[in-house]
Structure formats: C-alpha cells, structure tokens
C-alpha cells in the first residue's frame, strides 16, 4: 500500500518553476507534519522544507528560502513544493515524509517516505 507519492518532476531551465505533489493516504496524513527533502548525487539527503500538521507553521533551508514555498491541502490529502527560480543546484531526487510530529525540520522525526521524484536543472 502506498502512502506517498510524488509527482511533478522534470528537466527545467534555470530561472525556470516547477510544482511538486505527494499524495498521502489518509491514515499517514491526518495529524502529521509533512516535509521535502531532497538528495544530490553524491550527497546527503537534505531538508528542503517542512509544514505543520494544520499550515499553521512553515519552514524553509536558507538555500530555498524566498523561492520555495510549501503547502498542504487537507480536503485532498495533498502537499504542494512550488519551486520558482530554479538553480542548477536545485537539481536532486525529492522526496515528500509524513512525521508522527506535529512539525519538525529534523530528518530523524520523519519515518515514512515517498520514492522521490526527479528535479533537473539545467544551465
């Protein structure tokens, strides 16, 4: 059974937007703090950014900081990763993750994952 998928990646210019989905099952999403990381080839899997149980608290990595924007929509069991501005370094594997927390930026709090999606930018 799936509980999270994403969707939404692909190859864009830099300067250049791209919106990400994950859809969650109910069960995993309700109550839960949801988050975006992201991993580089050679690289560490690394926040992006995270969003409270309720939208009420939201948080960015200073990399992203006024060019990403993260939401959810609880009638549809939905998070969003709206990406403008994009930097060739913004190229990665993300990845959307429930946490049983009601809102964390620490990867260790997040315990279930999506299989990613691929953002590639291109100078």
């Known amino acids: 059974q799936v509980q999270l998928a994403e969707s939404g990646g692909g190859l864009v210019q830099a300067g250049g937007s791209l919106r990400l989905s994950c859809a969650v099952s109910?069960?995993?999403?309700?109550?839960?703090?949801m988050g975006w990381f992201r991993r580089a080839p050679g690289n560490e899997r690394e926040f992006v950014a995270a969003?409270?149980?309720?939208?009420?608290?939201?948080s960015y990595a200073d990399s992203v900081k006024g060019r990403f924007t993260i939401s959810r929509d609880d009638a549809r069991n939905m998070v969003f990763l709206q990406m403008n501005s994009l930097k060739p370094e913004d190229t990665a594997v993300y990845s959307c993750?429930?946490?049983?927390?009601?809102?964390?930026?620490?990867?260790?709090?997040?315990?279930?994952w999506g299989q990613g999606t691929q953002v590639t930018v291109s100078s």
């Open positions: 969003i409270a149980w309720n939208g009420a608290m939201t």
């Open positions: 109910e069960y995993t999403f309700r109550g839960s703090g």
């Open positions: 993750a429930a946490s049983p927390r009601p809102f964390s930026t620490d990867i260790k709090a997040y315990d279930t």
